[in-house]
């Protein structure tokens, strides 16, 4: 049974008033979450930053800390949703074959990856936040090299710990904000 409108206040992220969350069935990853898998959520978070109420800033360096010396690179992956750039083409703004073309230069979530390495404070044009943490990854089809928002990719394998691991990454960085 999914949460429905039952608010949830995380104990991690910024301090409690500043952010508020509330746990619904189209959590802001669009996945089905139950009371439960939130509990475990915040468990393996708490475990990664801690109960303290650190700076941001620190609370990505614990992040990024944990995911390079837990994850098993290098991996594949792919973008969660659309891409920032994809959005007008995805809503029918603009045309199909300005998209494909685009597609053949631009990263697009539909597209594989090989995650390569997390880095903290590197530019990113196709990061939709600034402050994310960054995936330098090689996209499989083609070769070519980009710098992604880590909150905005997945590991392909579902079955793998990698999956997890980004996984609570992206569900903290999503909410805490």
């Known amino acids: 049974m999914g ?3 039952a608010a949830a206040e995380p104990s991690w992220g910024r301090s409690s008033a500043s952010s ?3 746990a619904r069935e189209d959590s802001a990853l669009g996945k089905d979450i139950e009371v439960s898998d939130w509990n475990e959520y915040e468990r393996r978070i708490l475990a990664v930053i801690g109960p303290d109420d650190a700076p941001r800033d620190e609370l990505l360096q614990r992040w990024c800390r944990h995911l390079t010396s837990e994850l098993e690179l290098p991996c594949h992956v792919t973008g969660i949703e659309d891409f ?4 007008r083409y995805l809503m029918g703004a603009g045309s199909l074959e300005e998209y494909e073309a685009l597609q053949r230069t631009q990263p697009s979530y539909l597209d594989v990856f090989v995650l390569r390495s997390i880095e903290p404070w590197i530019a990113s044009e196709w990061s ?4 994310d943490l960054k995936a330098k990854v090689r996209r499989e089809a083609d070769g070519r090299r980009f710098v992604l928002g880590l909150s905005e990719l997945e590991v392909v394998d579902r079955a793998s710990r990698n999956h997890q691991l980004l996984d609570d990454y992206a569900v903290w960085f999503v909410n805490s904000r």
């Not at 939709?128 to 402050?131: D, L, P, S, V």
């Open 3 to 5: 949460m429905g409108s």
């Open 20 to 22: 508020r969350w509330k």
């Open 84 to 87: 920032q750039w994809e959005e």
């Open 128 to 131: 939709m936040c600034n402050e």
